[in-house]
């Protein structure tokens, strides 16, 4: 897919640093504002940010779209890089977005009219005002979700690679060496802290390994795990105003992306709105670099149909999205979709993998030691590099079960959502049962494609036998499995230090000395069909 930033239309820009902006509770926010040189009070692109207002942000965001006629206002959200307030993540940009909005609207150059633009912690500050206010005409929203519950607790576990990365980065980011040194030595810091937990550190004291002290945030999170109803995430869920939005919206996204599965959501409730986002999903992860450009062009592209009147630069269908396996884009006319079907894949005796019938057998067992947990090789993590590895090793290992299809005499094409529908018994109450799909290549490699996670608790009720009925949800795909490929499942108990490990008794934050190990037994009879679920498409 080749972009190109057309050239049209350039301006010189001026820049304004450190502009204030009131809150109205008496703290101030600061801002950089990007001027096209000429340009008569045009549109605004706001852009608030917990990363800083220089270097990439700046050039990246503000000069190209102010080169190209749009005024720019590029702001710290609370509590860093100048403004005011105390950082409390996720908390505040609700009012203080608001606020912002009416300071612009108060001002002698704004033009009426405003777009929102920027990926994760800043496409969530987007949703967080976007249903209340009217003159946002236009956002662009990347790898980003209304609400990061789901991806902090990711069916039902805690997503503790991710989060503990996340907030050591935010924490070292206006340190002595700056927001650069911090994104590189994060991932190391909160790799050494994991490692740590292994060695019988807490899980509530990782982020004094990871950052030297306590980490509020960090440690939120742990706190408000058990209830999704609670105060605290009501305050910082905007899901239930996403079908509100009247702002015309595009979407990217990566296969490889912790917030997928929530980006396609707040997508689908555009849809069910009757609204018509645009969405385009690539072979990204979160902090890939290639995403960048793909994305300013997408968002110009976008500003300019929907604030200047000139859709030129829109392609025809709202749905795009690079088939892995394939290495082709393709273009469809909505999500999911259309024509595809769910194919069911049993789980069958000796680890074989197929679409019939599973026929009698005794149940496929393995046990879970949260003392030396399943390890993950690959999967999606908010900083570093998420694309497919090799599993063979993990494969090996005595707690991980793996069936696989026969060679496949063609193509396979699946794209749409992916889930298992497995019946389980376990020896403890609390579990994790880890569901991952594997591309098995004829030289024997076997790529990770996508995976879930589902955290069993009590409130699951076991038949008469013991045995529990689980829907897991997997990462959607849009993925070939070529002619002379298998397909493989995994099933697990752990998926470490991208979850947190299950302890086995229902308490995350005991003591290893009071874990306990599970039995897991995977049942697949005929009248248990344990099978994932895969999205088959006809090649288009």
Same mark, same amino acid.
């Given at each position: 897919?080749?972009?190109?930033?057309?050239?049209?239309?350039?301006?010189?820009?001026?820049?304004?640093?450190?502009?204030?902006?009131?809150?109205?509770?008496? @703290?101030?926010?600061?801002?950089?504002?990007?001027?096209?040189?000429?340009?008569?009070?045009?549109?605004?692109?706001?852009?608030?940010?917990?990363?800083?207002?220089?270097?990439?942000?700046?050039?990246?965001?503000?000069?190209?779209?102010?080169?190209?006629?749009?005024?720019?206002?590029?702001?710290?959200?609370?509590?860093?890089?100048?403004?005011?307030?105390?950082?409390?993540?996720?908390?505040?940009?609700?009012?203080?977005?608001?606020?912002?909005?009416?300071?612009?609207?108060?001002?002698?150059?704004?033009?009426?009219?405003?777009?929102?633009?920027?990926?994760?912690?800043?496409?969530?500050?987007?949703?967080?005002?976007?249903?209340?206010?009217?003159? $946002?005409?236009?956002?662009?929203?990347?790898?980003?979700?209304?609400?990061?519950?789901?991806?902090?607790?990711?069916?039902?576990?805690?997503?503790?690679?991710?989060?503990?990365?996340?907030?050591?980065?935010?924490?070292?980011?206006?340190?002595?060496?700056?927001?650069?040194?911090?994104?590189?030595?994060?991932?190391?810091?909160?790799?050494?802290?994991?490692?740590?937990?292994?060695?019988?550190?807490?899980?509530?004291?990782?982020?004094?390994?990871?950052?030297?002290?306590?980490?509020?945030?960090?440690?939120?999170?742990?706190?408000?795990?058990?209830?999704?109803?609670?105060?605290?995430?009501?305050?910082?869920?905007?899901?239930?105003?996403?079908?509100?939005?009247?702002?015309?919206?595009?979407?990217?996204?990566?296969?490889?992306?912790?917030?997928?599965?929530?980006? $396609?959501?707040?997508?689908?409730?555009?849809?069910?709105?009757?609204?018509?986002?645009?969405?385009?999903?690539?072979?990204?992860?979160?902090?890939?670099?290639?995403?960048?450009?793909?994305?300013?062009?997408?968002?110009?592209?976008?500003?300019?149909?929907?604030?200047?009147?000139?859709?030129?630069?829109?392609?025809?269908?709202?749905?795009?999205?690079?088939?892995?396996?394939?290495?082709?884009?393709?273009?469809?006319?909505?999500?999911?979709?259309?024509?595809?079907?769910?194919?069911?894949?049993?789980?069958?005796?000796?680890?074989?993998?197929?679409?019939?019938?599973?026929?009698?057998?005794?149940?496929?067992?393995?046990?879970?030691?949260?003392?030396?947990?399943?390890?993950?090789?690959?999967?999606?993590?908010?900083?570093?590099?998420?694309?497919?590895?090799?599993?063979?090793?993990?494969?090996?290992?005595?707690?991980?079960? @793996?069936?696989?299809?026969?060679?496949?005499?063609?193509?396979?094409?699946?794209?749409?959502?992916?889930?298992?529908? $497995?019946?389980?018994?376990?020896?403890?109450?609390?579990?994790?049962?880890?569901?991952?799909?594997?591309?098995?290549?004829?030289?024997?490699?076997?790529?990770?494609?996508?995976?879930? @996670?589902?955290?069993?608790?009590?409130?699951?009720?076991?038949?008469?036998?013991?045995?529990?009925?689980?829907?897991?949800?997997?990462?959607?795909?849009?993925?070939?499995?070529?002619?002379?490929?298998?397909?493989?499942?995994?099933?697990?108990?752990?998926?470490?230090?991208?979850?947190?490990?299950?302890?086995?008794?229902?308490?995350?934050?005991?003591?290893?000395?009071?874990?306990?190990?599970?039995?897991?037994? @995977?049942?697949?009879?005929?009248?248990?069909?344990?099978?994932?679920?895969?999205?088959?498409?006809?090649?288009?």
């Amino acid at each position: 897919m080749a972009l190109q930033l057309p050239r049209r239309h350039a301006h010189r820009v001026l820049v304004h640093r450190d502009v204030p902006v009131p809150m109205p509770d008496g @703290v101030t926010l600061l801002a950089d504002r990007y001027v096209p040189v000429g340009a008569d009070r045009p549109p605004t692109v706001l852009i608030r940010s917990p990363y800083g207002r220089a270097g990439v942000v700046g050039w990246m965001y503000g000069r190209t779209f102010a080169r190209h006629g749009f005024h720019v206002v590029i702001q710290s959200c609370r509590g860093g890089f100048g403004s005011g307030g105390l950082l409390d993540p996720l908390a505040d940009e609700r009012e203080d977005g608001l606020a912002t909005v009416m300071w612009m609207r108060a001002q002698s150059w704004y033009g009426g009219s405003f777009a929102m633009h920027g990926p994760s912690y800043l496409g969530y500050a987007q949703w967080a005002i976007a249903a209340e206010a009217p003159d $946002l005409r236009a956002m662009a929203t990347q790898v980003t979700a209304s609400c990061f519950r789901d991806a902090a607790y990711v069916g039902g576990s805690f997503a503790l690679e991710s989060t503990l990365v996340w907030t050591t980065l935010t924490a070292g980011m206006e340190g002595r060496l700056g927001g650069a040194a911090a994104t590189f030595l994060a991932p190391r810091r909160t790799r050494r802290a994991v490692l740590s937990g292994l060695s019988g550190r807490p899980l509530s004291e990782l982020d004094l390994v990871s950052a030297g002290r306590p980490l509020p945030f960090f440690r939120d999170l742990i706190a408000h795990h058990a209830d999704p109803a609670s105060a605290y995430w009501r305050k910082r869920d905007f899901s239930a105003s996403v079908g509100e939005v009247t702002a015309e919206v595009t979407m990217t996204g990566g296969w490889y992306d912790v917030f997928l599965p929530w980006q $396609l959501k707040d997508y689908r409730a555009m849809r069910a709105a009757g609204r018509q986002p645009y969405l385009t999903i690539g072979p990204w992860y979160h902090a890939d670099l290639r995403l960048g450009r793909v994305a300013s062009v997408d968002a110009l592209a976008w500003f300019r149909a929907h604030l200047l009147g000139d859709p030129s630069g829109l392609r025809a269908s709202p749905v795009r999205l690079y088939v892995t396996g394939a290495d082709e884009w393709r273009d469809y006319p909505d999500w999911p979709v259309p024509g595809t079907r769910a194919e069911r894949w049993h789980l069958q005796p000796g680890g074989a993998l197929s679409t019939d019938n599973p026929v009698p057998s005794e149940p496929d067992r393995f046990r879970y030691d949260p003392r030396h947990p399943t390890p993950v090789l690959g999967g999606p993590v908010l900083i570093g590099n998420s694309m497919p590895r090799d599993n063979r090793r993990l494969e090996s290992r005595r707690d991980v079960l @793996v069936y696989s299809s026969p060679v496949l005499a063609a193509d396979t094409d699946l794209i749409g959502e992916v889930s298992a529908d $497995l019946y389980v018994r376990t020896s403890t109450e609390h579990a994790d049962v880890v569901v991952r799909v594997c591309d098995v290549h004829p030289n024997g490699t076997s790529m990770n494609v996508c995976e879930g @996670v589902r955290r069993l608790t009590p409130a699951e009720l076991p038949d008469q036998d013991g045995v529990r009925r689980i829907r897991v949800d997997l990462w959607p795909i849009a993925h070939r499995f070529r002619r002379g490929h298998r397909i493989r499942v995994h099933v697990a108990g752990g998926a470490y230090p991208r979850i947190s490990r299950n302890p086995g008794t229902g308490d995350p934050l005991g003591p290893e000395s009071a874990m306990v190990c599970c039995d897991h037994e @995977v049942l697949h009879d005929p009248a248990r069909p344990s099978a994932v679920l895969l999205p088959r498409v006809a090649r288009s």
